[in-house]
């Protein structure tokens, strides 16, 4: 199983978060202070962390922004008050993968983080082509990195499923909730999280992205690739 960063000042939902993904087969360490949560990161990179957005000094966004630029490839699962939605896309704007929000249930925490170590793990089989080419761009699924002119970028998780998932279904539109279902996994959920992520990695692979050629919007649908 995987090794959890758990980053939250509140003892309460800390010690039930840490129990349901022990309980989950998970190891966990658990801190209550981002600054720490940083050094702890420095030291030993988890396999994921799970991140409060309000945290005492450094908060969420900003340990999230940090967790980016050093680690890009760390998961993080953010946690956020209920009814902040500008809070959420925030999160998802600097790069959370997922986010889960209180009062929430320990277990849809632990399914949603399965369910992003699971897209960290997945290789999509030994007997599929492993590469895959649109463009400039060019994705290995086995060792789970993207190219764009041979430059790796820097995608997270959720980015790299998105872009992978697009690029083995070109000229394909997709409604949110279809990518929502096909790339999170999930039947249910902000769908304004498709739409964030979409945003994100048009920067990074598009040469103009509030003119994307490879990305398409289809309006009144969703979104489609159009490989060059």
Avoid at 60 to 85: D, I, K, N, Q
Avoid at 196 to 225: A, C, F, M, S
Wanted: charged fraction near 25%; aromatic fraction near 6%; proline fraction near 6%.
């Amino acid at each position: 199983m995987a090794e959890v960063l758990v980053v939250d000042d509140d003892d309460t939902v800390a010690s039930v978060v840490v129990n349901y993904l022990e309980r989950a087969g998970h190891t966990t360490r658990r801190l209550g202070d981002g600054a720490e949560a940083l050094t702890a990161v420095a030291e030993r990179l988890p396999d994921l962390m799970v991140l409060d957005l309000m945290l005492p000094g450094l908060n969420g966004l900003e340990v999230c922004r940090r967790v980016r630029a050093e680690w890009p490839l760390l998961p993080v699962v953010m946690l956020t008050a209920f009814g902040e939605p500008d809070d959420r896309i925030a999160g998802l704007e600097i790069g959370a993968d997922d986010y889960v929000t209180k009062p929430f249930s320990p277990r849809e925490l632990v399914l949603r983080v399965d369910s992003v170590l699971r897209r960290v793990s997945d290789t999509n089989g030994s007997s599929q082509n492993q590469l895959v080419t649109a463009g400039p761009i060019t994705v290995d699924r086995a060792a789970r990195r993207a190219t764009k002119d041979g430059a790796e970028l820097a995608l997270t998780v959720r980015e790299l499923d998105l872009l992978t998932f697009l690029m083995t279904n070109p000229g394909r539109a997709f409604s949110r909730e279809q990518l929502m279902r096909e790339v999170w996994g999930w039947t249910f959920g902000d769908q304004s999280t498709v739409t964030v992520h979409v945003r994100r990695l048009r920067e990074k692979v598009e040469q103009d992205p509030t003119n994307p050629t490879l990305i398409q919007t289809v309006w009144g649908v969703g979104y489609r690739l159009d490989p060059p």
